[in-house]
């Protein structure tokens, strides 16, 4: 009789997991306390594996020899403590299907930046003519590609849920973008707890692997002091100093590995401002780690697409620039949006708060912005935070009509910038939604 394992939740990662899972023999029960997409209700019956949603039966979950948990479902739900209490293993998505491959993983987390940085460096490889796959918070998921094609390199992007489930597993090369406040509502808003989530990537890290850093950021710099982490070091900064591995002086990007340097004015990228900066230089010392070619790397930063819902230019309409950042779930991650754009800014945000304090962005808003948009069914954080700053506030609750105020409010020449730092689930089903529906409202205008 084979072993059976349970997975809690049938969204992409869940779904993956299944299928790898009744490939390897094992006998699956998946488990959904929501509704399935009809998308992953396909997949699990053409694979024959039995599921339930809208309910967690807990007799059938208490069965399991191992538990997989989408890493949307809290550590702390209770069926996740029920399981745990029995003794029985609750472990992520990414632990479970690196049991089954033996790629080179590349693994990137970070409070921002990371999809924008495992994309650009799955495309340095697939440029390169390397077989790699894009998985982890971005594309299909790592279990599914392995179940469905397992690849020579995988580039996983991670978030810190997912690497709370991750025991065993290990990256060839870890990379640690930054650390700021978020997601603390789901860390008891113990900033300590996210951070030490974060820093589960080095944890099994060897001294044959190389662990990239940002050499600039504050939290990293200290709790290293503190770590014994027995991998190969990589500093990326935004000056030139000692012990740096990527650094930028002159308005040109340096790369120094392994006795070699690659060079690349920061004009020449497709990416632009500080934030992907940092992320050109963590992508380029991952591939000259990889002995991808300098020209190589060099064409690919060149023409990267970027991401969707990154500060993504939409439309400009009598003048008036619409951009999209609807990605930008967090404070820092507006940061960054707001210090890239010119002034005369109509600022659009708000939706799910995660715990945050909007004193960073004060002195930016100060500067830059004329107008400020909520889209959020309680907005009393932001009026607060900036009530002294700005002219005008206005509530809206559609992406539409958020859309139509901007216009109004604006002029030729200004920006509306959709930049929420915030997470979007109080009115849309998720960012991508959210950026979506701000896309096609603009389109229409």
């Known amino acids: 009789m084979s072993k059976k394992i349970v997975i809690l939740g049938a969204g992409e990662s869940g779904t993956g997991s299944a299928v790898l899972a009744k490939k390897q023999g094992w006998g699956v029960f998946v488990s ?54 029995a003794g029985i293993p609750v472990i992520s998505e990414i632990e479970f299907a690196a049991r089954y491959s033996q ?30 796959g894009l998985a982890g918070n971005v594309g299909n998921s790592f279990a599914r590609q392995v179940a469905e094609k397992d690849r020579s390199y995988y580039v996983i992007e991670l978030s810190s849920f997912q690497l709370d489930g991750i025991y065993r597993f290990k990256p060839d090369i ?8 978020d997601h603390l509502d ?31 950021d504050p939290i990293i710099r200290e709790k290293l002091e503190r770590r014994n982490i027995p991998a190969r070091k990589a500093a990326f900064s935004l000056e030139a100093g000692p012990g740096r591995t990527g650094w930028i002086e002159d308005e040109y990007i340096n790369i120094h590995y392994k006795n070699n340097t690659f060079t690349m004015s920061i004009h020449d990228l497709a990416l632009k401002g500080k934030h992907n900066a940092y992320n050109s230089m963590a992508a380029s010392i991952a591939a000259r780690a990889l002995d991808i070619r300098k020209e190589s ?28 950042d609807s990605k930008a779930t967090n404070v ?44 959020g069914v309680d907005n009393s954080k932001i009026h607060q935070a900036f009530k002294d700053l700005v002219g005008t506030i206005v509530d809206t609750g559609t992406a ?11 002029k030729k020449g200004d920006t ?30």
């Open 32 to 85: 959904d306390s929501g509704s399935i997409k009809p998308q992953y209700t396909t997949i699990l019956e053409k694979w024959d594996i039995e599921y339930e949603q809208g309910q967690h039966t807990t007799e059938a979950l208490l069965e399991a020899e191992e538990v997989i948990k989408s890493p949307g479902i809290p550590d702390d739900a209770e069926m996740v403590n029920k399981i745990r209490e």
């Open 103 to 132: 790629a080179y993983c590349i693994c990137i987390t970070g409070s921002n930046g990371k999809t924008t940085t495992a994309k650009l460096i799955h495309q340095i490889l697939t440029d390169a003519g390397v077989d790699a």
């Open 174 to 181: 870890a990379i640690l973008l930054n650390i700021t406040p």
């Open 186 to 216: 789901r860390y008891g808003h113990q900033l300590e707890k996210y951070v030490q989530s974060k820093f589960r990537i080095t944890q099994n890290l060897k001294a044959e692997d190389l662990f990239i850093y940002n050499g600039d």
């Open 297 to 324: 790397i060099r064409n690919s930063l060149i023409h990267f697409k970027g991401v969707e819902h990154r500060l993504e230019h939409v439309l400009k309409i009598h003048g008036i620039h619409f951009i999209n």
């Open 332 to 375: 820092n991650s507006t940061w960054y949006a707001l210090e890239s754009m010119p002034d005369n800014l109509i600022w659009i945000a708000g939706g799910m708060d995660k715990g945050n304090d909007y004193t960073a962005l004060q002195e930016l808003v100060r500067q830059k912005v004329k107008v400020i948009i909520c889209l």
């Open 400 to 410: 539409q009509e958020a859309v139509h105020t901007a216009y109004y409010l604006s």
């Open 416 to 445: 509306v910038l959709l930049s929420p730092a915030c997470a979007s689930f109080d009115l849309f089903e998720s960012y991508e939604d959210r950026g979506n529906q701000f896309k096609k409202a603009v389109r229409e205008l």
